[in-house]
């Protein structure tokens, strides 16, 4: 019986000594959140997409003109004999307002002080003075992810608004002068 008992004992401290071994989570997630979510973007994206196109056709009058960055532009005052545009933290005064795609207005005009790139600014605005030399005045109409996207400005732009920016460049003050 003693050395049924210490046999026992002996196969117990074996059996304990095991190293732990990794579980299988329980869950397996099949990323299906994540392609439900592109494609509900696809599908905002192409809805607006087609908005924005309904209001070029609009408005031929308006030589509109797409951007690289993905939004459309129009100039009210074009300037041809200047070549200065902003550059990384150069200092610039600008005006401009913010409207929906029905025309109502959302900020009324304001004027802005803006260092180039080191303050912050909504994606599509930023790329868009870019674009412009002073004196110049452009009207920007802006998808919803280059402007607030989903999460809105927190004030009076909600989730997934496409803008359109009325904006004029006023003067340009190079980083360096």
Known sequence: MKNLLILFLF?????GCKSPEARLPE??????FLKE???????LNEKERQRIQQIIKDNPEKNYIASESGF?????????????KP?????????FNVLDLDGNMIYPTKSKSYVM???E????LR??????????????IFPSQKAFGYYGDDDKIGTNVPLICEVTLNTIKQEND
């Open 11 to 15: 196969a117990l401290i074996l059996l």
């Open 27 to 32: 869950s397996v997630q099949s990323g299906s």
């Open 37 to 43: 979510s592109a494609e509900r973007n696809r599908k």
């Open 72 to 84: 459309w532009y129009y100039y009210n005052t074009k300037i041809d004999n200047d070549t200065l």
């Open 87 to 95: 550059k990384f933290g150069d200092l610039i005064d600008f005006q």
């Open 117 to 119: 790139d080191k303050q």
């Open 121 to 124: 600014l909504f994606t599509g």
């Open 127 to 140: 790329e868009g003075l870019k674009l412009m030399k002073p004196e110049e005045s452009i009207t920007f």
